[in-house]
């Protein structure tokens, strides 16, 4: 069956997932996820594109983007992989790649599951058990978020104003949305969407896809398992 070309849609955010080759470690050392951030920086302004949330874990990261262009986030990517590939051969003195041929990508619906993505990405290392609160991980967008980040990285989010540092009634609100009980469900369908390049949305939200494109995309259920050898 011939791979599904990837949705596009600019103006709206996009769950980014790029895993390291064979599951492999990606970051290594501090420099590693500091160099990535740096990069991602300079390119989210080279190619125009909004960066809401980041979890840089060991062997993958999770972003939350919104590109201008339907281009700008293949390119964005491209030069991502591309310059942290270059940079940890330089170091290892070694050849290959460094990520998965395909980053997964997921269109996000603005009004109804923008805060529960940054929500799944930002606590990607509490679920891991890496930490027990997202404050103590340093490689994510939530000590940005909450104003204790000296770097700026994130723009501000679709119907606000800040994206919460020095608006203290914001981190406040969010701090508790971070500690709310997450519904059932709601992480599964976020990371299936993810993997499968799918939508993540509400039946509303497909609708609104079609009209922009001007046709369905639907979710589609897990093919047959492989066969064992």
Known sequence: MPRQGRVVLPGFPHHIVQ??????????????????????????????????????????????????????????????AGRQTRYRNRIEDRSGTLWESR???SPVDTNGYLFECMRYVELNPVRARMVSTPEEYPWSSYSERIGKASTPLLDPIPGQNKHGKGDIGWVAAYQQFMQTAVPDGEWQKIREAAQRSQLTGNSGFIDQVEAILGRRVEWRQQGRPRMRD
């Open 103 to 105: 980053y997964k990508s």
């Open 19 to 80: 895993r390291g080759h064979d599951r492999k470690v990606v970051f290594a050392a501090q420099e590693d996820y500091l160099y990535y951030l740096d990069s991602l920086a300079e390119f989210k302004r080279v190619y125009e594109v909004r960066v809401y949330a980041y979890c840089l874990m060991t062997n993958h990261v999770h972003l939350l983007l919104e590109p201008s262009a339907e281009k700008g986030l293949a390119q964005l990517m491209k030069r991502l």
